[in-house]
């Protein structure tokens, strides 16, 4: 074990990296995967009645949407970004009823995140919270919560989102690996999703 707290090279980013292999070891214990299978069957449930799934957040979320939608698709499940703030000016036409929207928010409690909530549930759509707010009002607004919760975040002042996003992209990566794994995507599926660079290549054995 490297020693953290003696000023060393790099301290305080070995801290952080400490940190968050503790809170996602953490997590991992926490989940049993009922949550992480009602998730997935929401979405199944949708496609098969021809529905959409969006992934939105406010802030260092936003980020982690982007890549969430971006992971989604390439795993074989269609996903978009959705703005949150845009939602309530025109972009909430981006879904129908029965659409899913995966909503990310460390607290729970991002204002511009529930208001985005609860507009989509009012036009029909059915949600999935990721959050560490496991008892938060964005919680008690959807149909399914995955925790990503964590009790530390690393950093100097400990405020910046560090292992929170780690935690966040991880259950969205577990998600996306149990709706892959309950497809079937094949090694030629994914390839045709990824015609050119070294994943397709690896996938396509070249």
Do not use: W
Not at 160 to 180: D, H, K, N, T, W
């Amino acid at each position: 074990m490297i020693n953290t707290t003696d000023g060393g090279p790099g301290a305080a980013g070995l801290r952080v990296l400490e940190i968050a292999a503790r809170e996602i070891a953490a997590l991992s214990e926490r989940h049993d995967g009922k949550a992480i299978q009602a998730a997935a069957e929401l979405i199944e449930a949708a496609e098969a009645a021809g529905g959409r799934v969006h992934v939105t957040g406010v802030g260092k979320p936003e980020h982690v949407a982007h890549y969430a939608a971006s992971l989604l698709s390439s795993t074989g499940t269609p996903a978009t970004f959705l703005h949150a703030t845009e939602s309530l000016h025109g972009s909430l036409g981006q879904i129908v009823a029965g659409d899913v929207v995966i909503a990310i928010s460390n607290s729970g409690s991002t204002s511009e995140c529930l208001l985005a909530v609860e507009a989509v549930r009012g036009y029909g759509g059915r949600l999935i919270a990721v959050t560490g707010g496991v008892e938060s009002k964005l919680s008690k607004a959807v149909d399914v919560t995955l925790d990503a919760g964590v009790s530390e975040e690393g950093g100097p002042l400990g405020l910046a989102p560090r292992a929170s996003v780690a935690a966040e992209i991880l259950v969205l990566a577990a998600l996306g690996a149990v709706l892959q794994e309950r497809r079937g995507l094949d090694r030629d599926s994914y390839a045709a999703r990824h015609p050119a660079g070294a994943l397709g290549k690896q996938a396509r054995g070249e």
